[in-house]
């Protein structure tokens, strides 16, 4: 499984945000991206793409169902979803930072952090995929 490295993905051209805003629940369930988002925000640079969303998938089935080892295997199966895909820089405003060892925080467009990210010329530059085609 490869992963980003000294990377910072900006938020889609297209996202409705130009702030970060915390993703709603949906009928009093978590979306995967909210749960990411929380993952994000207790442990930053703390999880690498694998454990993100591994704990995700935990945290999203119902308790016990699976156990960490069944999940990951199971994710294993296929490519992980990349995280430029994620609702949090198409739509809620989030970027994404993998530093030099692939660990992961997430930074609302419009703050000082998510600005020196995006205008680093040392960290490689990427943007989350738009929501429409153009």
């Excluded at 009928?27 to 993100?52: F, N, Q, S, T, W």
């Amino acid at each position: 499984m490869t992963s980003f490295r000294n990377t910072f993905i900006r938020i889609a051209p297209d996202c409705p945000e130009s702030e970060g805003i915390e993703p709603p629940a949906r009928d009093g369930k978590k979306p995967v991206h909210l749960i990411h988002l929380e993952l994000l925000r207790a442990k930053p640079y703390k999880l690498g793409h694998e454990d993100l969303i591994v704990e995700g998938e935990l945290r999203r089935e119902s308790p016990g169902v699976e156990s960490k080892a069944e999940i990951r295997e199971r994710l294993r199966q296929k490519p992980l979803p990349c995280l430029r895909t994620s609702a949090l820089g198409k739509r809620y405003g989030w970027g994404i930072h993998f530093d030099e060892k692939g660990k992961i925080a997430a930074y609302p467009a419009g703050s000082p952090e998510y600005r020196k990210f995006a205008e680093d010329p040392g960290i490689e530059q990427t943007v989350a995929m738009r929501s429409s085609r153009k």
